[in-house]
């Protein structure tokens, strides 16, 4: 079904307060006159600043989610945030590339919730690299980026990574580079100065980053665009108000 308009799937948690998640992540599609579709790897229970619990949604329900929706429309990129395991995420991957081959993935590797609990908590290097190389693109900040490592160095860390896919490394919790976001794409590294050095804060605002990437990258943006375009929507919803709940109408 043709609606005129890129579709993008995003396979994520439920946040009920709407600030990350699948609900955030439709939101940043829309915005780009993009059509959002979500699919639930978990339920939670948090608001913008405090978690409680996940309730993790089994496997097969994630892909009796997504079926009739790649059965229905052209997806050509998927965004994937929090999962419960790096098998659980092997699979998903191989799932979506066996329905299109050609598919742009985005995983936004969410090892923890900014509002408390942790995620995947153990890193099995062997699959780890079967999954970077089959997803086109991860956006981890310097904490995530040294975990998945083991490396105590993010750019390291990120140039390690971008061995097997594109990385976009998140400058936010940087200390000697707060806020300067790094691209590793096409063997060139392209930095993405702030507007700003002390922005307010947001809850979900690395899954707003990798959606409006995402949909960029869906309305047939070069993937250094695609980012620069994506780091200014961001800011724009960072700088939207004083709260953690950003606005995404711009």
């Known amino acids: 079904m043709d609606y005129g308009r890129q579709a993008i799937l995003s396979i994520a ?15 940043t599609f829309e915005q780009h006159r993009c059509l959002g579709f979500g699919a639930v790897t978990a339920l939670t229970v948090q608001t913008e600043d405090a978690y409680y619990k996940t309730v993790w949604q089994p496997y097969q329900m ?8 790649f059965n229905q ?5 998927v965004k994937i ?3 419960e395991n790096l098998d659980t995420l092997l699979d998903l991957v191989n799932w979506i590339k066996r329905k299109n081959n050609n598919i742009k993935i985005i995983w936004d590797t969410v090892l923890s919730a900014s509002a408390g609990s942790s995620f995947i908590s153990s890193i099995d290097n062997t699959v780890l690299s079967d999954i970077l190389n089959k997803v086109y693109l991860i956006t981890p900040n310097s904490i995530e980026a040294c975990r998945l490592t083991g490396d105590e160095d993010s750019k390291q860390s990120a140039l390690t990574l971008a061995a097997h896919c594109s990385v976009y490394l998140k400058g936010g919790h940087s200390v000697q580079e707060k806020g300067v976001d790094f691209l590793y794409a096409n063997d060139k590294t392209t930095p993405y100065l702030p507007s700003e050095i002390n922005l307010p804060q947001k809850h979900g605002s690395g899954c707003i980053l ?3 990437i ?9 993937i250094e665009e695609a980012c620069r375009l994506a780091k200014n ?14 606005y995404h109408v711009q």
């Open 13 to 27: 948690g439920f946040d009920p307060s709407g600030g990350a998640g699948v609900l955030a992540d439709v939101k």
């Open 62 to 69: 994630v892909i009796d989610q997504c079926e009739p929706l």
């Open 73 to 77: 429309y052209k997806i050509e990129v």
């Open 81 to 83: 945030g929090i999962i």
């Open 210 to 212: 990798s959606s409006a």
């Open 214 to 222: 995402a949909a960029n990258l869906a309305l047939g943006i070069h």
């Open 233 to 246: 929507y961001i800011e724009r919803a960072l700088k939207s108000n004083e709260n953690l709940l950003g």
